[in-house]
């Protein structure tokens, strides 16, 4: 490659420039595009977020990247980030193994192996980053937050369990969607494919039951504090969809699974959660509703674990404001009465069953509701969030709301700790998306201050509270 090249794309790179580097490498002849340049052309597939345009180019050339510990690292990358966690943890493996001394490398080892549960690999590979790089090992495991990298978690013997009970009941799962951070409890989604007998997948949470929930004192003794949900999807569901409208399901199963920690709450049998507006731009569902696993068998229901404890399962249903409006008056079994079968698997465009319920001056309510942390938002929830805070656990220092990403569920809002220097924003792996709910949970003076509009900024004070920052002039 010409030198002059090689240090442009390399100051590309450190500018977060990398379309400049793919447009630069495509204006190569083919002749001219050898295998370094196909390594820095995957390289910026990766991090403008197009893994599998990445790998295509990686496996062109993998004859000669056999012995480059680069090109390995590169494809891991690629497939850890399409949640392909057993080829990207072998593929660091072998990166670790040709060059021993990438503390990059072995980082990622970390991540695959906390991914895949190897408890072993993983505290080996965080030895081995702290030897390395000790700047690295402080900012990403520092002393006083070691629970953010050991979230909650089954047991083996536990997890045997409630894994074993998956299969029996619900069937088993050639894919699991891995979650990638997971700063209180690690929280995995088993697919279970459409059959002959259920047309329909069935979507089961992994992970969700390590927690103890804060269930009221009158009932601690009836083994409600541990649960999984589940939701059942179409068979025509692009399960695999990253726009809204395919993913919301996914999403509100890992929302769900996280709000008792992040609300020191519970959610059991009958209980709604609204969103506060529909759920995607093709539906009016905009809450849901918790029940028994409908479709399956009686036995479904409670997973028994081998310290004599259980793991409760329920069924997540997607429901209406009027069918909401219905249960909170007139309680769960009321709602559920009116229910068929076949409006236990999501369907975006059913009719509500409560289309005729009109609410009487006399209803009051029998329950409150269990209301997110950003009640009543409108359009799109995500954000993005440095590490420090989705990791780390640090408070947010500034955020402003910029346009939101085109095409994506995007709100603008953007969150900082307040001491990331352009070295560490420049970094995408340093940035997470995130629900607004799940930045507003630690911090509650925040939600009020999300209507601002594009624009906005605000950076918390001495006193700890949120001020305004006015703009600079031109």
């Known amino acids: 490659m010409d030198e002059q090249l090689r240090a442009q794309l390399e100051a590309w790179h ?112 965080k030895e081995r980053v702290r030897a390395l790089d000790p700047a690295m090992f402080e900012q ?129 049998w009958g209980h709604t959660v609204p969103k506060g507006s529909p759920f995607s731009y093709n539906t009016n569902l905009s809450s849901v509703i918790l029940t028994e696993p409908a479709l399956f068998d009686a036995g479904s229901a409670v997973c028994h674990l081998p310290d004599g404890d259980t793991v409760n399962f329920y069924q997540v249903v997607p429901i209406y404001q009027n069918e909401l409006e219905c249960k909170l008056h007139r309680g769960a079994e009321t709602l559920l009465r009116l229910f068929g079968q076949d409006a236990y698997v999501v369907d975006i465009d059913r009719p509500s069953v409560c289309r005729n319920w009109k609410l009487e001056p006399e209803d009051e309510p029998l329950e409150p509701r269990v209301e997110p942390v950003v009640p009543h938002w409108e359009g799109p929830a995500g954000c993005l969030a440095t590490r420090r805070i989705t990791r780390d656990k640090l408070p947010v220092g500034y955020f402003y709301r910029e346009a939101p990403v085109e095409g994506a569920p995007d709100s603008g809002w953007r969150f900082l700790e307040g001491s990331e220097d352009e070295a560490y924003m420049s970094d995408p792996a340093n940035t997470e998306v995130c629900h607004l709910d799940t930045i507003c949970a630690s911090d509650p003076e925040i939600a009020p201050l999300l209507t601002s509009p594009q624009g906005a900024a605000y950076f918390r004070g001495e006193d700890g509270h949120f001020y305004y920052e006015e703009p600079m002039e031109d």
């Not at 447009?23 to 052309?41: F, M, V, W």
């Not at 390995?72 to 670790?96: M, N, P, T």
């Not at 894919?175 to 209180?184: A, I, N, T, W, Y």
């Open 14 to 125: 450190e500018q977060d420039e990398h379309q400049k580097i793919v447009d630069a490498i495509l204006k190569l002849s083919p002749e001219e595009r050898g295998y370094e340049e196909i390594g820095q052309l995957a390289r910026a597939y990766n991090n403008l977020k197009e893994p599998e345009k990445a790998i295509a180019l990686l496996l062109s050339v993998e004859e000669q990247g056999r012995e480059d510990f680069r090109w390995h690292y590169r494809i891991g990358y690629s497939y850890y980030y399409l949640d392909r966690d057993e080829q990207a943890a072998a593929e660091f493996d072998r990166a670790v193994e040709l060059n021993p001394d990438d503390a990059d490398s072995w980082f990622f080892v970390v991540l695959a192996s906390r991914a895949l549960g190897n408890r072993e690999r993983f505290e080996l590979a």
């Open 140 to 268: 990403e495991f520092p002393p006083d937050r070691e629970e953010s990298y050991c979230p909650e978690q089954y047991t083996r013997e536990m997890f045997d369990a409630v894994e074993a009970h998956i299969q029996q009941y619900f069937g088993s799962y050639p894919l699991v969607f891995h979650e990638k951070v997971s700063p209180d409890i690690h929280v995995d989604i088993c697919l279970i494919e459409p059959t002959p007998e259920r047309d329909y997948y069935t979507l089961v949470t992994l992970g969700m039951g390590a927690h103890r929930m804060n269930v009221p004192d009158e009932l601690r003794d009836r083994g409600l504090d541990r649960a999984e949900l589940l939701i059942c999807l179409p068979a025509r569901w692009n399960v695999r969809g990253q726009s809204e409208k395919w993913y919301w399901p996914l999403r509100w199963l890992k929302v769900l699974a996280r709000l008792p920690g992040n609300q020191d709450t519970w959610l059991g």
